[in-house]
């Protein structure tokens, strides 16, 4: 592919992968300061006298359970969004038929 452009500079193939190569280079270079510092650190916790329990987490409160309209519990699903519904031990989706046991 000759073009006879005067003046011109055309673009082949090969000058386009230089200058991409060049251009990922120096996008290289710039992250790497990013990546070379080192991550902070926490302040060392202080130990807990001796005889005393650690704070416990903050217990979360029980959520209310999920009712449809006829009264029974049911959870959303992972996968489609649709109502699972409890059989035994085993949640079951109404709508594509993922379950896990509980």
Same mark, same amino acid.
């Given at each position: ?8 500079? /055309? *673009?082949? #193939? ?9 251009? &990922? ?5 710039? !992250?790497?300061? /990013? *990546?070379? #510092? ?9 130990? &807990? ?5 650690? !704070? ?47």
């Amino acid at each position: 592919m000759n073009d006879d452009t005067k003046g011109t500079r /055309a *673009l082949d #193939r090969r000058g386009f992968l230089k200058g991409s190569a060049l251009f &990922a280079a120096l996008a290289g270079m710039s !992250a790497v300061p /990013a *990546l070379a #510092r080192e991550p902070q650190q926490d302040p060392p916790k202080s130990p &807990a006298p001796e005889g005393e329990k650690p !704070a416990e987490k903050t217990e979360q409160p029980k959520k209310k359970p999920l009712l449809d309209k006829d009264g029974r519990e049911y959870r959303v699903c992972d996968m489609c969004g649709g109502n699972m519904y409890k059989q035994e031990n085993t949640w079951t989706c109404e709508q594509c038929g993922y379950s896990y046991q509980e």
